[in-house]
């Protein structure tokens, strides 16, 4: 699987968008980009995941450059709840994989949403 | 329902005791995933059940062992558990074919002395 590259920690005001960058230069064609979030004590949550265009749900959005070698997770309107480690995984499809979904965790960017 | 549910949330044991941990989903999902996660650590994949069958196994030691009694229930069994073990056990499921998204429990917290 390619490996990411992700800020260790970022910051950001309450009502303000945060931007999570991540690096993944050796991304093959087939390969998507996963989003997760991971809050204190908490089991891992999905966010969002894409391939080659733009996504948007009613957590974030993700920005994936033309060139697919980097992505933005995008919360629109950060709140202290969102105050967890982001998790930026890059991986093939199922059927490439077989037999489940195999995430491999990088060590993620720890963003903090302050008052 | 999108609740992946883990027992115990807290466990102690010794290095000699025999235990269990167990993960329950009713989303009908048919692959199943044991994860292991350090403090301050990401969380790391231990074992994938598909179809009820093993189907990944990343080296983990013998003294962890899973079990997939059917496609709603995962079991950890744990015996002769060393202090290093110690650890959050994360539990998640997804739908085969097509299915993307991991849907992860709370965890339990295992402290072994």
């Known amino acids: 699987d390619a490996k990411t590259t992700q800020p260790t920690s970022m910051d950001c005001a309450e009502g303000r968008a945060a931007n999570l960058p991540c690096n993944h230069s050796?991304?093959?064609?087939?390969?998507?980009v996963y989003w997760y979030r991971q809050i204190h004590s908490q089991g891992p949550q999905y966010i969002i995941h894409g391939l080659k265009n733009n996504e948007t749900n009613e957590m974030a959005s993700l920005i994936i450059t033309e060139d697919r070698k980097s992505s933005t997770l995008i919360l629109p309107h950060a709140t202290l709840r969102d105050t967890a480690v982001y998790y930026c995984i890059v991986r093939p499809p199922w059927v490439v994989t077989g037999g489940g979904n195999k995430l491999t965790f990088g060590t993620g960017t720890q963003l903090k949403v302050e008052l | 329902d999108t609740e992946v549910t883990q027992t115990p949330k807290h466990l102690v044991m010794g290095m000699t005791n025999k235990k269990s941990l167990k993960c329950e989903q009713h989303?009908?999902?048919?692959?199943m995933y044991w994860y292991k996660q350090k403090a301050k650590k990401p969380p790391e994949l231990m074992f994938v059940y598909s179809y009820e069958k093993l189907s990944i196994n990343e080296s983990v030691p013998s003294r962890f062992s899973p079990e997939c009694p059917n496609s709603s229930l995962l079991n950890l069994h744990l015996h002769a558990l060393q202090p290093e073990d110690s650890a959050l056990y994360l539990c998640?499921?997804?739908?085969?074919?097509?299915?993307?998204?991991?849907?992860f429990g709370p965890g339990t917290r295992l402290l072994v002395l």
């Open positions: 998640a499921s997804s739908q085969e074919a097509g299915g993307e998204t991991q849907y």
């Open positions: 050796t991304i093959s064609g087939n390969e998507y």
């Open positions: 989303m009908g999902h048919r692959a």
